[in-house]
């Protein structure tokens, strides 16, 4: 049976943030979370469960699970474990000592994607900066070992910076996973207060150095609205991504996962979305996705074929 749950219907401005600026305390009523617990919901969840691999899905928090889950049968597969080495202040994912590596984990996630007869699949991780590749050659091994068992599914990697080494850059393209993506995270001016070991050059300097790498892939990234940026600087990320090779664009809302993080300055209206999409198409952006509740991985499959029509004419009825 298929619900709706509104989380809230106000919006209230009553709190103070650590930099003096009031944050929203209510979520809008645009603001609404789908569920859909039915036997795909299921099915993905066992999958999961089953292999003893993790999801961004979960680990994240994301309002789209039951969506994703329940209606198109996809996941986002999170591997090098569930513990990030990063602690980035808006993300739920938890922070600390990372466990060993697990080598049979791209065999698992390979062999759930099969089972799962997927068309596109999503493969993210955490940060792993305390190995030497950030984790680059199991990112890589994952992705061979889903187009060997899986070879029409695609797939589109979602990776941290690697510290921006070329390196290990390279060993994460070479495995040709169909979609590069990395995130952008926020403007510039807040990546410092948002961000932890991160910083915005550096994720620019990914993004390019994987187009250089393959120039066949096509990359993506994703902004986070609602932490104090203003619009001309959401207009300026989207042309720093276009110059460093970007093509696909998701833009969502900020949402709190718990009180210790960031609080939200501001919910962008859907229309506000609406809007973002329209100019950042007019820009230059092959395929955007705009609206509150989307995340990075929110209709990826479609957003692929969005891409392969745009550039490859022969799949246009495809």
């Excluded at 979960?58 to 597969?77: D, K, L, V, Y």
Aim: glycine fraction near 4%; aromatic fraction near 6%; charged fraction near 25%.
């Amino acid at each position: 049976m298929r619900t709706r749950l509104a989380i809230s219907t106000m919006v209230t401005m009553s709190e103070q943030s650590a930099n003096g600026k009031a944050t929203v305390t209510r979520k809008p009523e645009w603001i609404r979370i789908h569920l859909n617990s039915n036997t795909n919901f299921k099915y993905v969840r066992d999958q999961v469960q089953d292999n003893r691999l993790n999801t961004v899905c979960e680990e994240a928090q994301c309002p789209n699970i039951h969506e994703c889950w329940g209606e198109h049968r996809t996941a986002t597969f999170m591997i090098l474990g569930d513990t990030c080495t990063r602690r980035c202040r808006f993300c739920s994912v938890k922070t600390g000592l990372p466990k060993v590596v697990d080598r049979d984990e791209p065999r698992r996630v390979a062999e759930s994607v099969a089972a799962m007869n997927l068309k596109h699949v999503v493969i993210t991780m955490v940060n792993r900066d305390e190995l030497a590749d950030g984790g680059a050659s199991i990112l890589a091994e994952t992705v061979r070992s889903v187009h060997a068992l899986a070879p029409e599914t695609t797939v589109e990697v979602l990776s941290s910076d690697l510290m921006g080494d070329r390196e290990s850059i390279r060993i994460a393209c070479e495995s040709k996973p169909e979609i590069m993506s990395h995130n952008l995270e926020t403007v510039r001016r807040l990546t410092p207060q948002v961000r932890s070991r991160s910083t915005y050059e550096r994720s620019l300097l990914f993004l390019r150095t994987a187009k250089e790498l393959d120039p066949d892939s096509v990359t993506k990234s994703s902004l986070m609205l609602g932490l104090g940026e203003e619009k001309d600087e959401i207009l300026q990320a989207m042309d720093d991504l276009l110059a460093n090779s970007v093509s696909l664009l998701n833009l969502g809302q900020y949402l709190q996962p718990t009180r210790t993080h960031l609080a939200v300055q501001k919910y962008w209206t859907p229309d506000e979305f609406a809007e973002f999409k329209e100019i950042a198409l007019s820009k230059g952006f092959l395929h955007c996705e705009s609206a509150p509740l989307v995340r990075s991985s929110y209709h990826a499959g479609e957003q692929y074929e969005t891409y392969r029509r745009s550039v490859h004419p022969l799949y246009a009825e495809g």
